[in-house]
Nanobody
């Protein structure tokens, strides 16, 4: 069992940056693959980024590739999402997720645990 708490969301102008954090409880954080998803109003929750348990294998949605970076610190039980060059279309609630598999996954249904989400709003 793992509990996830996101932080770092807020309001930022287009072109700005934010760093989201996701703090996980539990002693086995390092064995989980982690992911970030987002959900804009009226839309499905979509994949953003994922990272494997060691941090050496990552994947990104095409819409954020080159702008967002996912990383993790297993000593701190935390995963991060650095978001640069933000656009208004990045506005959404961002969710942290964990799955027990060793490999990264872009599929929402592969994830077992979810945080409550943090709002990111990008103004034009």
């Amino acid at each position: 069992q793992v509990q996830l708490v996101e932080s770092g969301g807020g309001l930022v102008q287009a072109g700005g940056s934010l760093r989201l954090s996701c703090a996980a409880s539990g002693r086995t954080f390092s064995s989980y693959t982690m992911g970030w998803f987002r959900q804009a109003p009226g839309k499905e929750r979509e994949f953003v980024a994922t990272i494997n348990w060691l941090g050496g294998n990552t994947a990104y949605a095409n819409s954020v590739k080159g702008r967002f970076t996912i990383s993790r610190d297993n000593a701190k039980n935390t995963v991060y999402l650095q978001m640069n060059s933000l656009k208004p279309e990045d506005t959404a609630v961002y969710y942290c997720a964990a799955r027990t598999g060793l490999n990264p996954s872009t599929t929402r249904d592969d994830y077992n645990y979810w945080g409550q989400g943090t709002q990111v709003t990008v103004s034009s």
